[in-house]
T-cell receptor, first 110, second 113 residues
Framework: GQQVMQIPQYQHVQEGEDFTTYCNSSTTLSNIQWYKQRPGGHPVFLIQLVKSGEVKKQKRLTFQFGEAKKNSSLHITATQTTDVGTYFCAGIQGAQKLVFGQGTRLTINP | DAGVTQSPTHLIKTRGQHVTLRCSPISGHKSVSWYQQVLGQGPQFIFQYYEKEERGRGNFPDRFSARQFPNYSSELNVNALLLGDSALYLC????????????FGSGTQLSVL
């Protein structure tokens, strides 16, 4: 079945440093979504990418969808303590339902 | 407007018991999905319901069942609980069954002893 892998599993940075998490699928994805889950919270939708090679920005966050629609990345510029949490990518392949990666947990040293 | 509401927030059960978790979607949303999230892992898809019909099922045993009511609320039932069923159970609502974003509730934390 479809698998969505994320790396790294954990990332600790100093406040102000950049952060990137990568998402890879074993199959072509029709789209990819990104969610953020704060400690003790629930996943909250960030963005959806649909087109091959698509790049979207939300303030300090940049999301990319690979040309082959099998990988994606989330880059945060100049992290802030409010960025702490676990970032999940989630993909849909064909008629499959949303499959989540295992997430990248971001911690920040102020 | 109210978001997705789930009840109860926490639950403690013993092995072999059954449990019913409840979810009310955002007003106007017709689809409800259930996910299981084990600590340190991503949410795992259990079920999706749309207009009271099951539209998708994940790789979970038959001990897991669900239904959706005419008001679009939903219940997840788990029978013969195992220790490994301990997890956060998340309900998510969406407008339809397409590739739309999910709105998650705060979840029910189930502990099986």
């Amino acid at each position: 079945g479809q698998q969505v892998m994320q790396i790294p599993q954990y990332q600790h940075v100093q406040e102000g440093e950049d952060f990137t998490t990568y998402c890879n699928s074993s199959t072509t994805l029709s789209n990819i979504q990104w969610y953020k889950q704060r400690p003790g919270g629930h996943p909250v939708f960030l963005i959806q990418l649909v087109k091959s090679g698509e790049v979207k920005k939300q303030k300090r966050l940049t999301f990319q969808f690979g040309e082959a629609k099998k990988n994606s990345s989330l880059h945060i510029t100049a992290t802030q303590t409010t960025d702490v949490g676990t970032y999940f990518c989630a993909g849909i392949q064909g008629a499959q339902k949303l499959v989540f990666g295992q997430g990248t947990r971001l911690t920040i040293n102020p | 407007d109210a978001g997705v509401t789930q009840s109860p927030t926490h639950l403690i059960k013993t092995r072999g018991q059954h449990v019913t978790l409840r979810c009310s979607p955002i007003s106007g949303h017709k689809s409800v999905s259930w996910y299981q999230q084990v600590l340190g892992q991503g949410p795992q898809f259990i079920f999706q319901y749309y207009e009271k019909e099951e539209r998708g099922r994940g790789n979970f045993p038959d001990r897991f069942s669900a239904r959706q009511f005419p008001n679009y609320s939903s219940e997840l039932n788990v029978n013969a609980l195992l220790l490994g069923d301990s997890a956060l159970y998340l309900c998510a609502s969406s407008l339809g069954t397409g590739n739309e974003k999910l709105f998650f509730g705060s979840g029910t934390q189930l502990s099986v002893l």
